[in-house]
């Protein structure tokens, strides 16, 4: 061995390099975290380290290293192209950004970092420079099938889901075994409307990786839009393994109840999970849970306490974040499908009820004119991952509504172009202020004739309430309303008007105006 603590130091490295390139990671990393110890602040044992510890997949350690590493050579392409890496998979994109082009400008035909910002840049948002550096990289890169996979998606975040499927199958064409092509490809294929083939694309994502948790969640909810309801509630409890925070579960100190212990003489905690207009579609399977014997207590979001008191079988209903009571059980209300039997509960027959004391509020208010009186909510939270596709301009919707009826927003929150447009309308009333929660939307939905909405949680509650419900839905429309037909199994009071093309509201637009103006009461 070369003499002297820098020649082992060398030595050493050269070896840890050796057992990189043999794929002996482990051995790699004991080497370089031993000569860390004694050569702290010697750049290639930092950057080869760092390498190590990304590809293991430990990428806040492997930061650290390369964070020091490129303090003593801001030089390296390689060191700033998996830092790149690191912060991308720690979410600080723009910090991944900024790795990549770093590496870039100290390479020019630097493929793989090309790659890496496109990805940082189309989590930003940026998807059309995205696209471009991918075509970058994939010209630098030609057989690279990732890049195909990357290409796939920012496509279908461009809306174009015929081409991203055509990326995904030149990357299946080169490597069949990339779970995330054939998981993409069934994103693409359902937006498009061919929700079979999504199926398939999904089960052959599956055959790689039996647990990829995203493709169990999305196989769930296509089958559940095509109305297979045994596998789609049986594949939808992976919702608690996915990241997102509306997914997480919750401790509770007793078992959770999927249909196999006898609750005759127990008590059970059902408890809302997800949006309000999921709980209110939901609550319907509490009476049957207390036909079978149990004590309900039902833990709600803070606005539907009151709604929700109102309903047969449940014993007491607690806001969240409230002190929950002693229970045998509980179950999260988008199990009880599964719980009590899945598909034959579809349909099962349920009506919430306005309070006497709300509709008698609300009829005072809206009064009786002789007109037709119709509830009208044209955007739900801006917030929303699909509020694009669903809401709708209020200038775009009442110029497709006939003159004559007197409208009543049903919503309590205008955004500035549509609070403009209802001020010049003296026939559109705005009630927003008087709305206190949803009984008091409950008691102005039962005041109308005729509720016309996107698909957001008072479409739930009107149809509910069984009020005559008309529900504008986008091409894609969530799982709940199926396809293609104008009825929907949950709600027997409601009519589905479904976009034809996507984007395109002319048609449902023009259908719903056509069909009010055959209402009573609306001027020729």
């Known amino acids: 061995m070369t003499g002297g603590v820098d020649g082992q130091v060398s030595e050493l490295l050269d070896l840890a390099r050796t057992l990189v390139e043999a794929g002996n990671l482990a051995g790699a990393g004991e080497i370089l975290t031993t000569l860390n110890v004694v050569a702290p602040s010697n750049f290639g044992v930092l950057k080869l ?4 510890l990304a590809t293991e997949g430990r990428f806040s350690e492997a930061a650290r290293m390369l964070d020091q590493a490129v303090a003593i050579n801001d030089r390296d392409p390689l060191a700033w192209n998996v830092l790149s890496v690191c912060r991308f998979k720690a979410g600080d994109y723009q910090a991944a950004l900024d790795g990549a082009d770093r590496a870039i400008t100290l390479r020019q035909g630097y493929g793989e970092a090309r790659n890496n910002r496109g990805n940082a840049l189309n989590r930003l948002g940026r998807h ?8 970058r990289a994939l010209a630098i890169l030609p057989g690279d ?7 796939g998606n920012v496509l279908r975040d461009l809306g174009q889901a015929a081409a991203s499927v055509e990326q995904l199958d030149r990357a299946i064409a080169i490597d069949p075994g990339i779970v995330d092509a054939h998981y993409n490809r069934g994103n693409a294929l359902q937006d498009l ?5 999504a199926i398939d694309s999904y089960d052959a994502a599956l055959r790689i990786d039996p647990n990829h948790v995203d493709t169990h969640w999305n196989r769930s909810l296509c089958n559940l839009l095509l109305g297979n309801f045994a596998a789609g509630w049986a594949e939808y409890e992976w919702r608690w393994r996915r990241s997102a925070a509306e997914s997480r579960p919750r401790s509770f100190p007793c078992p959770l109840w999927l249909g196999q212990e006898d609750l005759a003489g127990k008590t059970i905690l059902l408890h809302c999970e997800q949006g309000l207009g999921d709980s209110i579609q939901f609550i319907r399977y509490a009476p049957a849970v207390a036909r079978l014997g149990a004590t309900v207590i039902v833990e709600a979001f803070p606005p539907l306490v009151e709604l929700f008191s109102a309903i047969d079988g449940i014993a007491e209903v607690i806001p969240r974040g409230a002190a929950i009571p002693t229970v045998d059980f509980h179950c999260p209300l988008m199990s009880l499908p599964l719980a009590l039997g899945g598909e034959a509960l579809v349909a099962l027959p349920f009506e919430l009820r306005a309070t006497a004391e709300m509709q008698h509020k609300w009829r005072g208010v809206i009064g009786d004119e002789g007109r037709l009186n119709v509830g009208v909510v044209f955007s739900g939270s801006p917030t929303h991952k699909g509020d694009q596709r669903r809401s709708i301009p209020a200038s775009a919707l009442f110029a497709a509504l006939p003159v004559g009826p007197a409208y009543h927003l049903l919503q ?10 209802v001020e010049t309308r003296p026939d559109v009333g705005f009630h927003g202020d008087q709305i206190g929660g949803f009984a008091d939307t409950a008691g102005l939905c039962a005041a109308m004739d005729v509720v016309i909405t996107v698909d957001t949680s008072v479409a739930h509650l009107s149809g509910a309430l069984g009020r005559p419900t008309w529900i504008l839905l986008p091409f894609d429309p969530d799982w709940r309303w199926r396809l293609e037909t104008e009825a929907s199994p949950w709600y027997p009071s409601a009519k589905l008007y479904r976009q034809v093309e996507r984007g395109d509201w002319s048609r449902p637009l023009a259908r719903i105006g056509a069909d009010l103006s055959k209402q009573r009461y609306c001027a020729a």
């Open 128 to 135: 059309a420079e995205a696209l471009g550096d991918f075509k």
């Open 145 to 151: 099938a990732e890049i195909h996979v990357n290409i």
């Open 412 to 421: 309590t929150e205008l955004r500035g172009g549509d609070r403009a447009f």
């Open 49 to 52: 380290l760092g390498i190590v």
């Open 193 to 197: 409307g061919r929700h079979g083939e």
